[in-house]
């Protein structure tokens, strides 16, 4: 298990987050995720993905190894404090406001996949905002990489709000761009709804639904152009196949039907 921190880097005491596998009962397989976790994180450097500040290992003398909350040795990584996520803004969006930060995410996956990772968690919690208020992608606990698919700990892992089929089936020859899309199309759902697609009162329901049941309709709280709901339901779709291949055929989809943002756009506020 791990948690985020918060914490003050070098001389200049910049206020940083801190990541850190805090189980104080990791095995090594734990361990060895966390550091695949740091090193996806410097392989896709992007303005779309949080940045790795610096990395390092707790020392025996630490307050959280001499109060129990984590174990000398255990690994931490730091990146760049952010004003929140999309997650911690309390009312709707409209698609006026979400365009730019939907294409702004975009980006970051085109970047992630065109290096053969796939994200695997898309939610609105692990899409922070800078200080610029630009959207940055982050959380890579369960991303993968193509040549370590096969050797996947745990293949059907993730939200049950905003698993691809294909997730809660555990079929990693499926994962793919089109399954962080699936993700996309979920938040987007939630953003602009205030409601999961086909979210139940159990794990279990709720992933059963993923499998098998229909979409039901798209009732946004404030205006969307009906050109999005195609949009979304092809994303949405339960075959791979079925949705946009990646994210350059996401974007050609929102351009025809007139969904992307035109001219400056102001920064994302979250308040």
Known sequence: MSQVWTGLLGPQRTPVAVKILTSTSA????????????????????????????VGEIPSTSKLVRHG??????????????????????????????????????????????????HRDLKPSNMLVNHDGDVMLADFGLALRPQVRTRTLMPWAGTPVCMAPEQVEGRVGDFGPSTDLYGLG??????????WPLK????????????????????????????????????????????????????????????????????????
């Open 69 to 118: 909350l984590a174990r000398a040795g255990a690994p931490w990584y730091a990146m760049p404090m952010a004003q929140g996520s999309l997650y911690h803004r309390t009312r709707t969006w409209s698609w006026s406001e979400l365009a730019t930060p939907v294409v702004q995410i975009l980006e970051g996956l085109d970047h992630l996949h065109r290096r053969g990772v796939v």
């Open 186 to 195: 979920c938040t987007i759902w939630r953003l602009m709804t205030g409601g």
């Open 200 to 271: 139940r009162t159990s794990q279990v329901g709720t992933r059963m639904a993923q499998l098998q049941a229909p979409l039901p309709d798209f009732e946004p709280a404030q205006d969307a152009p009906e050109s999005l709901v195609p949009w979304l339901r092809r994303v949405l779709s339960k075959d791979p196949a079925g949705r946009f291949a990646n994210v350059d055929r996401a974007l050609e989809g929102l351009s025809r039907g007139g969904l992307l943002p035109r001219g400056e756009s102001p920064p994302v506020r979250i308040s």
């Open 27 to 54: 095995d090594g397989a734990e361990v060895r995720a966390f550091k695949q976790e740091i090193r996806l994180l410097r392989l896709t450097r992007h303005p779309r993905v949080v940045p790795v500040a610096r």
